[in-house]
């Protein structure tokens, strides 16, 4: 499984890097034909002084994508929404797949 992370409109430090490489290695665990994962990192509304912290994964599999994003103040917080999300998008493609 490949792991790439892009930032946008940032430089991550390496302490994000580890946290997200390490989430994203145990998608493994939830389906064993995972080719690669795309992650990117965004900082959202860059002109006001809050900003959205937007984490989007994409994960590739033989025939199939799957997507998620999510947003909030924090990437930890973002990667974890997302990262819940896209665990059950794969849960609930294998359930249809062996139902099938």
């Given amino acids: 499984m490949n792991i790439n992370i892009q930032t946008v409109h940032f430089e991550a430090d390496l302490k994000l890097l580890d946290y997200?490489?390490?989430k994203a290695e145990k998608l493994n665990t939830f389906h064993d034909q995972i080719?690669?994962?795309d992650?990117?990192?965004k900082l959202d509304n860059v002109v006001h002084k809050i900003k959205d912290?937007?984490?989007?994964?994409?994960?590739?599999?033989?025939?199939?994508?799957?997507?998620?994003?999510?947003?909030s103040k924090s990437f930890e917080e973002s990667f974890d929404m997302a990262f819940?999300?896209?665990i059950n998008q794969i849960k609930r493609k294998k359930e249809k797949l062996t139902l099938a």
């Fill in 20 to 22: 997200v490489t390490k």
């Fill in 35 to 37: 080719l690669k994962v």
């Fill in 39 to 41: 992650v990117f990192l």
């Fill in 53 to 71: 912290k937007i984490v989007e994964i994409r994960v590739h599999v033989p025939k199939h994508d799957f997507f998620v994003k999510a947003s």
């Fill in 84 to 86: 819940e999300s896209l």
